[in-house]
């Protein structure tokens, strides 16, 4: 059971819109802390895509983005494309928890 | 480019020891907290252990407080993990990642992740 909640799955054909969402806490992203966002393409180690709830590293085209709210954050991908079938994994600090740097479960995209 | 790059993983028996290594390259090594991530067969990714720039401060969760220990070489450009009483829930693929900070902080993100080492505890 992860801290912060994803949903298993998600699709969209290409050139929709799709968003993942990532529900957390009052300890986590309730309490202020940023949320970042991992792309991790099938075999391949996880990458960056998003910081600090909606900055793009260099080089992370700008059909992603990420907005936060609350206790709740999302990532948005437009303009999809089949190369973005992949997982991607919301993470974030918690104030209650021994390991504070924590994921949430992931969600795999599939483009139709 | 930054470039990371594990190796020492393995097969080991429950109980047993394993290190894994890290090499650095293409940034100042020195200037940057490292971590370990880790992932189990199928499931998704966990923060295992934390490094500040200069080694001496390191963290864990709970799940391997005690059992695994992070440590670095900055002469070498080398980051480590020393695993000792593994169990079968430590079977996983071990990620090295870089963060963007000289020491903790609650905004840690982990912009660079090597390839990963896979290690599997099995009797």
């Known amino acids: 059971q992860s801290v912060l909640t994803q949903p298993p799955s998600v699709s969209g054909a290409p050139g929709q819109r799709v968003t993942i969402s990532c529900s957390g806490s009052?300890?986590?992203?309730?309490?202020?802390?940023?949320v970042n966002w991992y792309q991790q393409l099938p075999g391949a180690a996880p990458k960056l895509v998003i910081y600090?709830?909606?900055n793009r590293p260099s080089g992370v085209p700008d059909r992603f983005s990420g907005s936060k709210s609350g206790t709740s954050a999302s990532l948005a991908i437009t303009g999809l494309r089949a190369e973005d079938e992949a997982d991607y994994y919301c993470q974030s600090y918690d104030d209650n928890l021994s390991g504070p740097w924590v994921f949430g479960g992931g969600t795999s995209l599939t483009v139709l | 480019e930054v470039h990371l790059l594990e190796s020492g993983g393995g097969f080991v028996q429950p109980g047993g020891s394993l290190r894994v290594s890290c090499a650095a390259s293409g940034f100042t090594f020195s200037n940057y907290a490292m971590t370990w991530v880790r992932q189990a067969p199928g499931k998704g990714l966990e923060w295992v252990s934390g490094?500040?720039?200069?080694?001496?401060?390191?963290l864990y969760p709970d799940s391997v407080k005690g059992r695994l220990t992070i440590s670095r070489d900055n002469s070498k450009n080398m980051l480590y993990l020393q695993m000792n009483g593994l169990r079968a829930e430590d079977t996983a693929v071990y990620y090295c990642a870089k963060t963007d900070f000289p020491d903790f902080t609650s905004s840690w993100w982990f912009d660079s992740w090597g390839q990963g080492a896979l290690v599997t505890v099995s009797s």
């Open positions: 600090e709830n909606s």
């Open positions: 009052s300890s986590n992203l309730g309490a202020g802390y940023d």
């Open positions: 490094i500040s720039a200069s080694g001496a401060t390191t």
